[in-house]
């Protein structure tokens, strides 16, 4: 089948890509010249594991293009993808200003029957308003609008779109069921379903999924906070319930707030939508108040231990993408702790595996950055975890007892275990659990 992707940014790339490796030909678009020269000269633009390996046989063999021009990539195409931003607009409300553009674009070119799919996350309503957007200058015989949420997560995205655990797809097109349903057939395994359904309830599936797992995420770190009031130890409690399959395993562990481009935007959109609709979504502004607080939630305890005065006290802080496995940064919990910590007058010294170029942009020489875990906690009077990466679940703590000012530990993320802790004689505190006095 051809295929046009519209975005070449994490959804689109990697939708495009996993479409070419069963077969497909995929022509990607983008507006960003820089992008798109990038990838024509074989360069994968973000950091996503084994995206490149992909990346590279399907433009090897032919299958996988890239352009900038709208009309190129769509002229040949059956189907079209718009992988494209839905930033919070001012209010929170998704800014549909990309889809919407790009639909007014379409309808203008389009020349034979194509499906036009929503791959980008957007509010119940928009495959009506891109239906609206194409016939404002186009047959309604020559396309259908289908809503496709994506559902990969970055770090994961090539494995969770290869073997996805369920394809939502919203038409109410017969012809494009039957487009879709060939596309996708050869990605769905076993008891892993494609769900057929209207439009409106397969862009609100989305929200719903993002949402229930930011409120999940959400409710165990208010779990985590009361723990620590408490002196019970949250590590127990999450093994505890998600034992129980009805509560399930995952997505239950507590650390320092959701960040992240889907979460965070997903959720105060799902929020704004409601209000639109005349809907309180109270559990909704609950969770967006907790996770605000919860970003931050480690610097009074550092103020604490500090009585009260960062000035001159050297910060080493591991982690700086929103979650590991990516470079990407948006939401990170880490930048608000730097905010707060620089606010405060302590020096920042930062190390990210993929994330200290997009950091470096934002705040150029206000944080120092070093090229490696060992190098960041020489001289520091605290370590600050805000990433779980796998390269800081095991470092070598005689190293950390001999070349930091204190052997003080400020764990965000839960990675080692407070017993082992408390043996090495480290000052350290997690998320939820026992506080270890060294
Ligand atoms: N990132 C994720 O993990 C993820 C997962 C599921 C769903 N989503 C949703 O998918 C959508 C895309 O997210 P993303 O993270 O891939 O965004 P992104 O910002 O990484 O990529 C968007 C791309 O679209 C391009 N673009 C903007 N305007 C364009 C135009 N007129 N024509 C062609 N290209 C244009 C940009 O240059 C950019 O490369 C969003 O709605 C997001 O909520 C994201
Ligand atoms: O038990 C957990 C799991 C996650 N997180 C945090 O939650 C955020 C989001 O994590 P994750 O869901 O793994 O990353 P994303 O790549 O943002 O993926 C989410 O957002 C995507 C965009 O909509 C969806 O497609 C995915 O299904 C959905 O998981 C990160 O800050 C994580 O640190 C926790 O704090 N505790």
């Known amino acids: 089948m051809k295929i046009a992707v519209v975005g070449t940014g994490y959804v689109g790339l990697v939708t495009g890509t996993c479409f070419a490796e069963t077969g497909n030909h995929v022509v990607c678009v983008d507006i960003d010249e820089n992008k798109v020269n990038k990838m024509k000269n074989g360069v994968v633009p973000i950091y996503e594991p084994h995206l490149d390996v992909l990346f590279e046989r399907n433009i090897k063999q032919g299958r996988l293009e890239f352009t900038t021009s709208l009309n190129d990539a769509i002229k040949d195409a059956k189907i079209i993808f718009l992988a494209l931003p839905t930033p919070p607009d001012e209010d929170g409300s998704a800014d549909l200003s990309y889809i919407l553009g790009v639909a007014d674009d379409l309808g203008k070119i389009i020349t034979d029957y194509k499906v036009i799919v929503d791959k980008s996350t957007v509010p119940v309503g928009t495959a009506d308003k891109v239906t609206a957007a194409l016939a404002a200058n186009l047959s309604t015989d020559l396309f259908d609008v289908v809503s496709n949420p994506e559902f990969l997560r970055e770090g994961y995205a090539v494995d969770d779109f290869l073997k996805p655990d369920r394809v939502v797809i919203g038409t109410s097109s017969e012809k494009a069921k039957k487009v879709m349903g060939d596309l996708y057939k050869p990605y769905v395994r076993q008891g892993n379903p494609i769900i057929f359904m209207d439009e409106k309830s397969a862009e609100l599936t989305k929200y719903a999924a993002n949402s229930f797992l930011a409120t999940k995420i959400t409710f165990m770190n208010e779990i985590a906070n009361f723990c620590e009031k408490v002196g019970a130890d949250v590590d127990m409690v999450r093994i505890g319930i998600g034992s129980d399959s009805r509560i399930g395993k995952r997505f239950l562990f507590p650390g320092i707030g959701y960040g992240g481009s889907c979460f965070p935007k997903d959720v105060q959109a799902l929020a704004k939508s409601g209000k639109e609709f005349g809907y309180d979504f109270q559990i909704l502004d609950s969770v967006m108040d907790v996770n605000e607080k919860q970003k931050t939630i480690i610097v009074p305890k550092i103020k604490d231990f500090f009585k009260g005065d960062l000035k001159g006290k050297t910060i080493a802080l591991w982690g700086l993408a929103f979650k590991p496995d990516t470079d990407d940064i948006r939401e990170a919990p880490a930048l608000y702790i730097i905010n707060e910590l620089l606010e405060e007058g302590a020096t920042i010294v930062a190390f990210d595996p993929e994330a200290m170029e997009n950091v470096k942009s934002k705040y150029g020489d206000k944080v120092t950055f070093v090229e490696d875990r060992d190098s960041a906690i020489v001289n ?59």
Do not use: C, H
Not at 384 to 402: G, K, S, Y
């Open 380 to 438: 520091a009077d605290a370590l600050v975890i805000a990433t779980e990466w796998q390269v800081f679940r095991n470092p070598d703590f005689d190293l950390m007892a001999e070349k930091m000012n204190q052997k003080v530990i400020f764990d965000g993320r839960n990675l080692y275990d407070t017993q082992e802790m408390k043996e090495l004689g480290f000052y350290y505190n997690s998320i939820g659990r026992i506080l270890v006095r060294g």
